[in-house]
Every structure is written in C-alpha cells, then in structure tokens.
C-alpha cells in the first residue's frame, strides 16, 4: 500500500467515526420520540435517514480498509467474510434472543402464531429479510443488519470490477433503477398489501443505491483533490439548502433517494477542515460512533421497556407534564448508552478480536505449510 492511501486511511477514519455517531443520534431521536411521542414526533423526523448515512458510510469505510487486501491478501474473500461476521452476528444473535424473551416481537408484523423457531433460525442464518412477516419482527431494526450482510455478500465482485468512479456511478444508477422497479412492481401488482410495500422499501433491492454512493465517495477521497474556503463554503450552504428542502418532502421512496444527496455530501464535506465539521466531529459523536452499532441493536429494546415500564404505567408521574417526559427521554438515553458501552465491551469487541485471531491463525498455518 503506498503512503498516500495509508494516510488517507488513517486520516478519515476519525471522522467517519463522528459521523458514525450522528447517524446512530438520528435513528435514536425517530425512535425515542416516537415512544413518548413528544411534540408529536414530528421535530426529527428527518432522523428516520440515519440508516442511510449508515449505508454509506459502511461502504465507504469499507474501501478505504478492505480494497488493498483484495489484491495482496491470499484468501482475501474468505478472510473479509470472518472479519464481518464476527463484526456483526455477535452481537445480533444476542439482540434476537433477548428480544424474543423480553419483548415478544413487533406485534403488527407477526402472524397469529408469533415468534416462531422457523424466524429465529432465519435470524441466525440471516434470510429473514425474505420473508415480509420476519424482516424486522423481533429486534424491530434488523431489516437493516439484513441489507448489510448481502452488501458484504456483493462486495468481493465489487472489488474486482468497480475500479474507478465512472464503473462506481453506472453502479449507482443501474442499483436505483433496479429500485424503482422493484418499488413499483410491488405496487403495481399488490396494491393492497401493505406489509408487502413496506417490506419492498425495506428489502435490499430498495437500499443497495445507498451503499453504491459511499463507493463513489471512496473514488472521490482517492483523487485526493484540495478544495478552498470559498468552494467549501459554497458546498455547505448547498447541504443546508438539501436539508432544508428534504425535511418539507413527503417519505417517499423518490424522497429517501434525494436525502442521500446531503447526506452524502455532508460525508464528501467532513473530509476537509471547515468550522461546521465540529457540529458533526467531536468527541461526544465519535464515542456514540464507537459504540454505535450497540446503540442501534438495543436501543429499540431498552426503549421498549422503558414504555412499559415507565410510560403505559405512568411510573414518576411521567405523563403528567412537560418536565417528568423530558427527564425521562434523558433517563431512557442513559440506559441506551450504558447498556450500549456494556455490550460494546464485553460482546463487539472480544468478538472483533476473535474474528481477527482466526484470520491470523490462517495465515500462520499458511506459512507453516
């Protein structure tokens, strides 16, 4: 690897985290506001992108940390593959159980029967996703965790054949195309089944567009291009302009397509020094954006249970006015963090680090032969 990749590397990694903790901070506010249904839910509503800012930025990290290995690594494929599932099942296999026993599933997704065994395999095996009852029945976002494992599925291909921005923008729009037709073909011939078009927007055909733009942010970070103040200027009030426009339009397929526009140029924009990036790049966003993933897998849990516990009980009085509601959406982000810093600790990363002790076990045993 020459110097110039290393650097870069190292150089946007602290960032991404930030924006890592951000994305996670914006998925937490839909949910939680949701639940307590403050100001109607309405004040973040634009939250609900954070999963697509996720999209993104795994891709993009993603290139930045694996493409190199795929042309210098020996078993690259295979060792890229026990990097992610340790990364991610962990954890989640966790996730399903302890909300299987502590919540039951989401309600309105699940048949008469409930959770069945037959789902949670499909969990374990990660092929829920293809049935419209499963996708997100049990840890009540994993729909997502679904989308990425078929990313990490697609990306060797990808390493060998996208390799520059021209084949990674034909990418893009080949993949939102595909999701258009996808979207509108369920509509077209089940137009009266609901679960299915929500399902349709939570599949992967419908989300894969996302990743592909973070693979075009990694060909852009390669040209290594210096920007000054006055462009970079101009790009930020262009992304507040996007923001603005993306709050006012209805959630659409055809909107979430035009919110990764600004969310994609917000992560194009961190990368330069620029007074607004302390707003995203700090040290509260990249502690939440190391333990972001935690944060995400729990929170709707912890959430869960705060509302049982706390809101349909009405415990401390917490309907009773403005102020109990506010110390208790505080309260419930607490018990997120901690469980989530818990979890990070003893789960991710021992799981990380064993992932990463049998890829080195590999490799001796390689030499050895």
């Known amino acids: 690897m020459s110097s110039d990749k290393s650097e870069i590397i190292i150089e946007h990694y602290n960032y991404l985290d930030g924006l890592r903790g951000v994305a996670a901070l914006l998925v937490l506010s839909v949910h939680l506001l949701q639940i307590i249904n403050l100001f109607n839910g309405k004040s973040f509503s634009f939250g609900a992108y954070g999963v697509q ?17 795929f042309t210098s690594e020996s078993k690259a494929s295979l060792k890229f593959f026990i990097r992610r599932f340790f990364r991610i099942a962990p954890l989640f296999y966790i996730a399903v159980v302890l909300s299987w026993i502590l919540m039951g599933g989401i309600d309105y997704r699940l048949p008469t029967q409930g959770i069945t065994i037959s789902n949670i395999i499909s969990h374990f ?10 996708i997100n029945s ?20 990808l390493f060998n ?22 979207k509108y073909f369920i509509q077209y011939f089940y ?10 927007s939570l599949f992967i055909l419908s989300n894969y567009c996302y990743f592909t733009f973070g693979i075009i942010l990694y060909f852009l970070f390669k040209d290594n291009k210096h920007y000054n103040f006055n462009v970079l200027t101009i790009g930020w009030i262009f992304f507040i302009i996007l923001i603005g426009l993306i709050l006012i339009i209805q ?35 990249r502690f939440v954006g190391k333990i972001s993933y935690s944060i995400y897998l729990v929170h709707f849990m912890v959430l869960g249970l705060f509302a049982k516990l706390v809101i349909n009980s009405n415990l401390l009085f917490f309907n009773q006015n403005i102020f109990t ?16 810093m818990i979890s990070y600790r003893l789960i991710e990363r021992p799981g990380i680090n064993f992932g990463r002790n ?10 050895i032969i």
């Open 53 to 69: 800012l996720f999209y993104i930025l795994s891709a993009l990290t993603l290139f930045l940390s694996s493409s190199q290995r």
């Open 125 to 134: 095996l990660f092929l829920f996703g293809f049935n419209k009852y499963w």
């Open 138 to 157: 049990v840890v009540g976002v994993e729909w997502s965790v679904f989308c990425e494992v078929f990313f990490y599925l697609s990306l060797p291909l």
């Open 161 to 182: 054949y996208i390799k520059n921005k021209k084949t990674a923008i034909k990418l893009a729009l080949f993949s939102v195309f595909i999701s258009f037709i996808f």
């Open 191 to 200: 137009p009266g089944d609901s679960l299915l078009y929500e399902w349709s």
């Open 251 to 285: 959630p659409t397929h055809f909107g979430a397509l035009l919110s990764s526009i600004p969310l994609a140029l917000l992560v194009f924009l961190m990368r330069y020094k620029f007074p607004l990036t302390y707003i995203f790049n700090n040290k509260l966003t």
């Open 325 to 340: 509601r506010l110390l208790g959406i505080f309260g419930a982000v607490f018990f997120v963090i901690i469980i989530s």
């Open 358 to 367: 049998l890829i080195k076990k590999i490799s001796t045993r390689k030499q």
